[in-house]
């Protein structure tokens, strides 16, 4: 069982920027393809980037390609999602999910096998 633990988020103005991080407790987080997904308010959970277990690929959303960057660090059990320029439909909570390695989906929720708590961001105008 992998428990993911996001932190970083919170309150930013419009165009200013946010680094989350999602920290893994298991052993075999190297293993696990990552992703970062959201939801605002009266909408679904929707996909916003992800990466492969070593890092050598990356894909995001239309609406945040460019100004989102996903990394991770196998050594420290943690994926990050860098967040610049933010808008206020970024507004949402983000969660991690972690995919474990049977092939992988990168934009469909429902392929993650491990889901964090979510974290808040909220980016006013």
């Known amino acids: 069982q992998e428990q993911l633990v996001e932190s970083g988020g919170g309150l930013v103005q419009a165009g200013g920027s946010l680094r989350l991080s999602c920290v893994a407790s298991g052993r075999t987080f190297s293993s696990y393809a990552m992703g970062w997904f959201r939801q605002a308010p009266g909408k679904e959970r929707e996909f916003v980037a992800a990466i492969s277990w070593s890092g050598g690929s990356s894909y995001y959303s239309d609406p945040v390609r460019g100004r989102f960057t996903i990394s991770r660090d196998n050594a420290k059990n943690t994926v990050y999602l860098q967040m610049n320029s933010l808008k206020p439909e970024d507004t949402a909570v983000y969660y991690c999910?972690?995919?474990?390695?049977?092939?992988?989906?990168?934009?469909?929720?429902?392929?993650?096998?491990?889901w964090g708590q979510g974290t808040q961001v909220t980016v006013s105008s």
């Open positions: 999910a972690a995919q474990v390695p049977t092939g992988w989906e990168a934009y469909d929720a429902g392929a993650y096998d491990y």
